[in-house]
T-cell receptor, first 113, second 117 residues
Framework: AQSVTQLDSQVPVFEEAPVELRCNYSSSVSVYLFWYVQYPNQGLQLLLKYLSGSTLVKGINGFEAEFNKSQTSFHLRKPSVHISDTAEYFCAVTLNYGQNFVFGPGTRLSVLP | DTGVSQDPRHKITKRGQNVTFRCDPISEHNRLYWYRQTLGQGPEFLTYFQNEAQLEKSRLLSDRFSAERPKGSFSTLEIQRTEQGDSAMYLC???????????????FGEGSRLTVL
């Protein structure tokens, strides 16, 4: 069965600084990878996804992520964060379109003024 | 609004009572999922439907939990004899099934927060 690890439970960073949120997955077969963002008391919103093709994927709000098959990683990055990026970020994996997603425990990004 | 909607958004109940949550998916989506999210954790899979058929259930779904999707449209999640450990956010999501039009992601509602006193 697949699993997702997000090693950093909390990441504080100053406004306009770069940030990287780490995600590693475990699976014996090929997977599809996603990053979701959750603002307080709201549902999850898709940031970006890797299905196939280019390993560098760009998403909304200036975020991007790179799929690294050899390191089984899918780290999320943004070159310059804003206060409004403060939220919980979840990495998720699925084996196939429409099947059950497995989510990581989340990383709380706090952007400080 | 054509997104996933959930009702109620908040529910406070006493231990031992039954509660029911409703989810209306995006209309053309034939797959519907229920997840549970506790404070500081990622969503945990509970169950999912393909149209009206319940295809998979997690071991988290004890016999006090039941989900239905009778006509392949909206779904209900019922918790009987609630316990304090059931306090959580219950998230519903929908997606297209396998096929060329599927873009892969789940679309989530805003959740139903349950507090059991």
């Amino acid at each position: 069965a697949q699993s997702v690890t997000q090693l950093d439970s909390q990441v504080p960073v100053f406004e306009e600084a770069p940030v990287e949120l780490r995600c590693n997955y475990s699976s014996s077969v090929s997977v599809y990878l996603f990053w979701y963002v959750q603002y307080p008391n709201q549902g999850l919103q898709l940031l970006l996804k890797y299905l196939s093709g280019s390993t560098l994927v760009k998403g909304i709000n200036g975020f991007e992520a790179e799929f690294n098959k050899s390191q089984t990683s899918f780290h999320l990055r943004k070159p310059s964060v804003h206060i409004s990026d403060t939220a919980e970020y979840f990495c998720a994996v699925t084996l196939n379109y429409g099947q059950n997603f497995v989510f990581g425990p989340g990383t709380r990004l706090s952007v400080l003024p | 609004d054509t997104g996933v909607s959930q009702d109620p958004r908040h529910k406070i109940t006493k231990r031992g009572q039954n509660v029911t949550f409703r989810c209306d998916p995006i209309s053309e989506h034939n797959r519907l999922y229920w997840y549970r999210q506790t404070l500081g954790q990622g969503p945990e899979f509970l169950t999912y439907f393909q149209n009206e058929a319940q295809l998979e259930k997690s071991r988290l779904l004890s016999d006090r939990f039941s989900a239905e999707r009778p006509k392949g449209s909206f779904s209900t999640l019922e918790i009987q004899r609630t316990e304090q450990g059931d306090s959580a956010m219950y998230l519903c999501a929908s997606s297209l099934g396998p096929g060329t039009t599927n873009t892969g992601e789940l679309f989530f509602g805003e959740g139903s927060r349950l507090t059991v006193l």
